[in-house]
């Protein structure tokens, strides 16, 4: 059974950067789409970045492309999110999620039926 932890949350300026890892354990995570989800306090819950699985590409929300950048480590099981230039806007909790069923990363938060705990980023001067 897939379980993924997110780590490197924090407290950050505006302009400044944080990296997200998603660590997974119990599968490869090559094999499965992942996707970012951030939410906010009154907001739904927004795919920002994904990867598709076995090497695919890319994608992002119009809100971060050019900030932010999601890379795989197989080596480690670790997705990671580079978010730069952050933005008070960016204050959210953030999960990763997975799934292996779909050819595409850009799902609905319910098609992903692997979520991590969660981790909070806060951007604020």
């Known amino acids: 059974q897939l379980q993924l932890v997110e780590s490197g949350g924090g407290l950050v300026q505006p302009g400044g950067s944080l990296r997200l890892s998603c660590a997974g354990s119990?599968?490869?995570?090559?094999?499965?789409?992942i996707g970012w989800f951030r939410q906010a306090p009154g907001k739904e819950r927004e795919r920002i970045s994904c990867?598709?699985?076995?090497?695919?590409?890319?994608n992002y929300a119009d809100s971060v492309k050019g900030r932010f950048t999601i890379s795989r480590d197989s080596a480690q099981n670790t997705v990671y999110l580079q978010m730069n230039s952050l933005k008070p806007e960016d204050t959210a909790i953030y999960y990763c999620?997975?799934?292996?069923?779909?050819?595409?990363?850009?799902?609905?938060?319910?098609?992903?039926?692997?979520w991590g705990q969660g981790t909070q980023v806060t951007v604020s001067s």
């Open positions: 990867i598709r699985r076995s090497g695919g590409s890319a």
């Open positions: 119990g599968s490869s995570l090559y094999y499965y789409n």
């Open positions: 999620a997975a799934e292996r069923e779909f050819r595409t990363c850009v799902l609905q938060w319910d098609d992903y039926d692997h």
